[in-house]
């Protein structure tokens, strides 16, 4: 029984997949390493800076605590998935009006939690976008316009004219 | 970082999960959110032959009204505490727990029971839990029992937990009309870990003198504390901030905490008093607050 595989189904992206794998392995590797998604990163790998977050049936999560095993059943968003025919999630978009990102290793992660955050708040304060936050490390220290980035999309996202 | 191998099982009932568990013994560990374990997995400080999923198993999660007491499935995550009405209504104390755990993400994966079987002394349900004077529902293939927090917190991470019980359900005695609840946290900078915290339970005579209190302090040892000498100065005295913080003082009295690289002993014993201040000032001002009906709001 020990070591024996285990079948997983899971929806990623909209896709379903089978796998087989071992019980020991991690969602964050699952889906870098066996579904060739790897715009999901793996900073810290000891769940506190957040680069692995991405939604597990609607919430977002960090994947490199959760076992691959876990997730069967389960529907996953990726930094992938967010794109729709080509155009980019308003949050996406976001980070590139407002330079959002420096080096770019955190930012799929602080995406998706953002994307988190505007489904469950459409106009947050800046305080609240940066308790959201919490668990996202950004290294280049580039919060300010991580934040900026966010309220560009939240805006966008209530429909309301942004200004460039 | 990779656990070590193990055999898992994805329980679909209780019943299943109680099998296993009774058939691998204590080289079984129960698994629902994995937020504490699987860390502990991936360092290799745990290596259990078999983990025994709970995530799978219907009717584990989410919070209803039983009788006198608020029922919490095991199951439940973080963010669905702090976000529950039932909760945020009747024990605003225990959804102010539980917002301040970890970060958005773990809140949305870990939960209440994961939290308390695994009985962090850095942790914040623990502290909270035994303010409000919570039990615990404990399942085995014998039967059921219900243990109170103060005497499921044996030591750090040690629990009342037997190797074939599987923790269902945290329950919470409704507090009486007058009753205010508050938890306050001085959290490590970084980790978010409990430094000192404090939850309070206060109760309020309606001329504004103390019914009843309990208060416990989390931080100042390997489980959580009653402030036995906090609660009965403030037995039948006014509420008014002087003999609030004259009680608090008292938090840390009769403990020993160890001093650590970040807060020694006389800064965690001085915190426990400014903290236990500031949720028994929270509670109080809460128990003061006429109780809103549905209709109200």
Redesign the interface.
Known sequence: MKDEKIILTVTANGVKYEAEVEPRLLLVYFLREHLGLTGTHVGCDTSQCGACTIQLNGRAVKSCTILAVQANGAEITTVEGLAREGALHPVQEGFREKHGLQCGYCTPGMIMTAVHLLQTNPDPTDDEIKHALEGNLCRCTGYINIVESIKWAAEKMRGNHVSR | ????????F?ARSLEEALELLTKHGEGAKL?AG??SL??A??LRLASP???I?L??VPGLSGVRVDGDSLAIGALTVH?DVASSDLVRQRLPGLAEAAAVI?????R??GTIGGSVAHADPAADFPVILTALAASFVLVSPAGKRTVAAEKFFIDFFTTALAPNEVLTEIRVPLPPAGAGTAYAKLGHPA??YVVVSAGALVVRQPSGRCASARVAIGGLGSVPIRATATETALQGQPLNPEVIAAAAAKAAEGTDPDGDLYASADYKRHMAAVYARRAIEKASERASKKVKTRMEI
């Open positions: 970082m990779f656990p070590a191998s193990f055999g898992y994805a698994l994995g937020h699987i860390p997995m991936k032959r078999y983990l999923d995530g799978q963010a970890g970060d958005v993400q773990v949305n994966r980790s978010g």
